[in-house]
């Protein structure tokens, strides 16, 4: 909850797709679980938060759909009593959006219209139930309903392939559910902004390759506002790793074996070589101080991190001189 309600607090994007699949790709998420309620609500809210501007929209709206999720959103209750978590937290959504409370009119009826236009989406989606599948087609509803009744436009739906159902405890659909696309795409995440990421390391850009080159240029532009002293976009099959690096260590280094930045506890060469296939561009930056050049790299794998690089990882070095040397 500490991860959804951060990123939902904090995150600029408008596509609550985009926002969703970032709460999804937390590791320690549960396949399945209410979780999933807060992460619809949340995304949709934050992206409506982004998108409108206004000022009665913000963070305790988001923290009010949170509140009003947690009186329905339990655990089991999908097989209980039939109603999903996911639905009446899109239903909060509607209602805060509009002030819709018991009593009132036209905000009522969108409110529960909502609810059930969700409510039947996903109930064409069980069998057995898949919370995964249900932030997809419930926001996909919302997101539709929300531009017919209230006239908010958020991005639509865009192409998403399910890269989870070997994790579902009760069997995937697979064939049956509409993001399954087969074992031959199992090693595809969904499309998220103009890049899709795959497992192995591989990318590919749709729209061009305009707007990524314009993320990466922010990065850079970030990194020197963080601290560094220098910058520049390299490709990473032009970083050389080698084995003599870790021998001068083991056989001379009064350090060696006494901390996480030296052997034996750091990455072995062909582990570090493995690890930089999985990636074309990096960011690489240099700075007067080792410690303040740390921080800058961790701070900009986070801004990364929200921008939709969900694979960006900070790879520090030690000082090559005197103590505070670049």
């Not at 639509?156 to 009760?170: E, V, W």
Request: glycine share 10%; proline share 4%; hydrophobic share 35%.
């Amino acid at each position: 909850m500490r991860i959804i309600k951060d990123i939902a607090f904090t995150i600029k994007s408008k596509d609550p797709f985009e926002i969703a699949e970032l709460m999804l790709s937390y590791p320690g998420l549960p396949m399945l679980g209410c979780q999933h309620a807060y992460i619809a609500g949340g995304a949709l809210m934050a992206a409506v938060k982004n998108a409108a501007g206004a000022a009665e929209i913000n963070n305790e709206s988001i923290k009010e759909v949170f509140r009003r999720a947690r009186k329905q959103a339990h655990g089991g209750y999908c097989g209980l009593t039939g109603v999903c978590g996911i639905a009446p937290a899109i239903g909060a959504c509607f209602a805060v959006l509009t002030g819709s409370k018991c009593g009132t009119d036209k905000e009522q009826r969108i409110t529960m219209e909502a609810v059930a236009r969700v409510t039947r989406a996903i109930t064409e989606l069980t069998g057995p139930s898949c919370c995964k599948a249900y932030v997809w087609t419930a926001l996909d509803t919302a997101v539709n309903y929300l531009g017919e009744s209230l006239g908010v436009v958020l991005p639509s739906r865009r192409l998403i392939t399910c890269n989870y159902s070997a994790k579902h405890p009760h069997g995937c659909r697979q064939a049956q559910c509409p993001y399954f696309h087969g074992q031959e795409h199992q090693n595809k995440v969904s499309v998220i902004g103009e890049e899709t990421v795959y497992n192995d390391g591989r990318s590919t850009t749709l729209e061009g390759g305009a707007a990524m080159d314009e993320k990466m240029e922010s990065l850079l532009k970030r990194s020197l506002e963080l601290g560094a002293e220098k910058a520049k976009i390299i490709d990473t099959g032009s970083v050389v790793v080698e084995e003599w690096v870790r021998w001068k260590c083991l056989y001379g280094c009064a350090f060696h074996g006494k901390d996480a930045y030296h052997p034996p506890c750091v990455p072995d060469a062909e582990s570090t070589r493995k690890i930089m296939r999985e990636y074309s561009k990096a960011v690489l930056m240099t700075g007067p101080k080792g410690k303040a050049l740390t921080e800058v790299a961790v701070r900009l794998e986070g801004e990364a991190y929200h921008m939709g690089y969900y694979k960006a990882f900070a790879m520090t070095a030690l000082s090559s001189g005197p103590e505070g040397g670049a």
